[in-house]
């Protein structure tokens, strides 16, 4: 078993629909991060957190640390949101990012 | 302030020969990671190197290996490559060690051995 699950492993929505990406995790950590990667390869890091709520724009990220698990919630969803999104951990006994394996986010206009 | 920068973006080897890539973190980050990305593994740490010194290593056979300059830039180098290195190489710098400091990535260095 991986120590970081995403579901789903595919999301194909349309314009303008409220998007839902889970993570969880098996390890003690630190912090967790949602990476955003688009064709081509680069990857944006969207949010760091360790507790709690963040927002920025349209992206929403939450974190549960009792349950191990965090969500990235997108909003009004656009095409150009169409990437693969990455949960990532950091590991606080290895003391090390550990990376899910991503969600395929597709949006259709 | 220029983003990360590796160099270069894309590299064909055969089986058998070495490889050095190269990394240039955010000016001000002391810090620099590298990860190796496959479509059958995903993600994985290679190696965090921290004020020239490295401070962790990940599941990787001694053929791949690593260094910071004083400068912040960070080589690392594949030695006797295998078909299996093929992987978009990633690095990431940022401020700090570890923990609560957010990671910058750079484009990626595409690796394909022959």
């Known amino acids: 078993k991986n120590e970081v699950e995403q579901s789903p492993q595919n999301l194909t929505a349309q314009e303008g629909e409220f998007i839902t990406i889970n993570c969880s995790y098996s390890v003690g950590i630190s912090a967790l991060h949602w990476l955003q990667q688009h064709p081509g390869g680069g990857i944006v890091s969207l949010f760091m957190?360790?507790?709690g709520k963040k927002k920025h724009g349209r992206l929403i990220a939450t974190i549960n640390i009792q349950e191990k698990h965090s969500s990235l919630h997108i909003t009004a969803s656009h095409p150009r949101d169409s990437a693969v999104y990455i949960c990532a951990v950091y590991d606080q006994g290895a003391q090390k990012l550990v990376f899910g394996q991503g969600t395929r986010l597709t949006i259709n206009p | 302030k220029a983003g990360v920068t590796q160099t270069p973006r894309y590299l064909i080897k055969t089986r058998g020969q070495q490889v050095t890539l190269s990394c240039s973190p955010i000016?001000?980050?002391?810090?620099v990671s590298w990860y190796q990305q496959t479509p059958g593994q995903g993600l994985q740490f290679l190696f965090e190197?921290?004020?020239?010194?490295?401070?962790n290593k990940g599941n990787f056979p001694g053929r791949f290996s690593g260094r910071q300059f004083s400068n912040s830039r960070s080589e690392m180098n594949v030695s006797t490559l295998e078909l299996g290195d093929s992987a978009l190489y990633l690095c990431a710098s940022s401020l700090g060690q570890r923990r609560l400091y957010e990671q910058y990535f750079g484009p990626g260095t595409r690796l394909t051995v022959t």
């Open positions: 000016s001000g980050h002391r810090s």
């Open positions: 957190l360790s507790s």
């Open positions: 190197y921290f004020s020239e010194t490295q401070r």
